[in-house]
């Protein structure tokens, strides 16, 4: 075994005795070096080792390294499991890169195999250096400068600190076999642009530019995690169930306001692709106008401000108009459960306990969500008012507004679920009937 495998298997800690293991072996040096090394742990460690094999059906020698894996595996008496897929056409219907389609249809193989088992993969230090490269020349921010993460879900890469010289130099220097994928040495993809033609540039202005990277993605992870640490204290606070707190987003500073924004739409809106930093900035601005103004971030999610609150959702079709007559007694509705009684009723929700003038009902009651135009004229008023204007004084929540229910006589409207009454048939003292509304378990 290796001395520097050995070495950074013990710092990284990540492999158990008795562990269940997938090896990602694709035949390359890199991928061989971790087969090799667990072969020689892998009885004194109790190891169950598989090995998975994807052939990505786009070179001629691709059954070449598929024979070559299989036939290595049966040396050993390790169980290889195979698959060939068309990974230019999973890119061309999918609308991926050729890199983003081959990533995907790998993990999703080595997952489906894999069940309780940890997925080991050979990436290396070189690997690390160019994917740091590769997210500054796309634009990153830290999480980016970081680069690749030696635990990530069911995902271990325990080789990350050995660079790829060293790995070659182990495998000439014991005569073992791998095979060379010649697409490495083609400047198809721009990883391979990296590796080829970047880094051996860089490399002339900095010898150690290897070395320097993989400083800068250790000191990216520190203060990546130093951040996360921070937005994590304070997303509790700014983050409540649906919705952001706009007074806990605008004391902030901005940078921190948006790793915030950041991590919502992360964990509520990842497969939707609205995560980039025009959104993000835009969600943030957002925070400081006025209330009610939507902002549309994908085709069917939108962003929007309603007063001390800002909510980011999938839109939805427009809500069906809901209708039921009621009745004495206990009336059952989308809008919770509503007992009318004549008999004064004592509650431990008094606001939703409403005792009207029974002689000032015009025919029969029902109740309804509200209707373009309605008025009332709200307890204590002497003038109509329009309902969507009542809402908007009283702070009411935009798409709330379509699903409070309303009781209404044949003429007029006499209580706001939750509010207030009509000045039109409350209790005065020439009242002899009265009737008591009582609604429970309110349903918006």
């Given amino acids: 075994m290796d001395k520097l495998f050995c070495e950074n298997l013990k710092k990284l800690n990540i492999i158990k005795k008795g562990d269940k293991l997938t090896l990602a072996v694709s035949g390359g040096a890199d991928s061989m070096y971790l087969f090799y090394n667990f072969m020689d742990i892998k009885d004194e460690l109790d190891l169950d080792i598989i090995v998975c094999h994807l052939n990505h059906g786009i070179r001629e020698t691709a059954k070449r390294d598929e024979d070559f894996v299989k036939n290595i595996c049966e040396s050993y008496k390790i169980k290889c499991i195979t698959k060939t897929v068309n990974m230019d056409k999973y890119a061309r219907e999918n609308k991926l890169s050729s890199e983003e389609a081959g990533r995907i249809l790998r993990y999703n193989f080595f997952r489906e195999n894999s069940k309780n088992r940890k997925i080991l993969t050979a990436h290396n230090a070189n690997d690390r250096a160019e994917t740091l490269l590769f997210n500054i020349i796309r634009g990153t921010g830290i999480s980016g400068l970081v680069g690749i993460s030696e635990v990530k879900g069911d995902i271990f890469r325990p080789i990350l600190d050995i660079k790829r010289r060293e790995i070659e130099d182990y495998l000439h220097k014991n005569n073992l076999a791998y ?91 990842y497969a939707e692709n609205i995560l980039n930093r025009d959104n993000i900035l835009s969600i943030y601005n957002l925070f400081f106008g006025e209330s009610g103004k939507v902002l549309q971030l994908g085709s069917n999610i939108s962003a929007r401000k309603s007063y001390d609150k800002v909510f980011i959702e999938r839109e939805k079709a427009e809500r069906e108009k809901r209708y039921a007559k009621l009745k004495l007694g206990i009336n059952k509705t989308d809008f919770g459960e509503i007992f009318i009684s004549k008999d004064e009723r004592n509650s431990e929700a008094p606001s939703f306990i409403k005792t009207i003038d029974c002689d000032k009902i015009k025919g029969k009651l029902f109740i309804r969500t509200r209707q373009s135009g309605d008025r009332f004229k709200p307890l204590g008023m002497k003038r109509n008012k329009k309902v969507k204007d009542y809402f908007i004084d009283r702070k009411v929540d935009r798409l709330k507004r379509d699903k409070i229910g309303i009781v209404c006589d044949e003429e007029k409207i006499i209580y706001i679920i939750g509010m207030d009454i009509s000045e039109d048939v409350k209790i005065d003292e020439n009242t002899l009937n009265k009737l008591v509304l009582e609604v429970r378990n309110v349903r918006y």
């Fill in 179 to 269: 095979v060379d994928d010649e697409t490495n040495f083609e400047e198809i993809y721009t990883r391979n642009k990296i590796r080829l033609s970047l880094i051996p540039y860089l490399s002339k202005l900095n010898p150690n530019i290897i070395d320097s990277l993989l400083r800068l993605s250790k000191n990216a992870r520190d203060a990546d995690d130093f951040i996360k640490e921070i937005v994590e204290k304070n997303y509790k606070k700014a983050v409540k169930e649906n919705y952001f707190v706009v007074d806990e987003i605008i004391k902030i500073h901005k940078f921190l306001a948006c790793e915030i924004i950041k991590k919502y739409l992360i964990e509520n809106f």
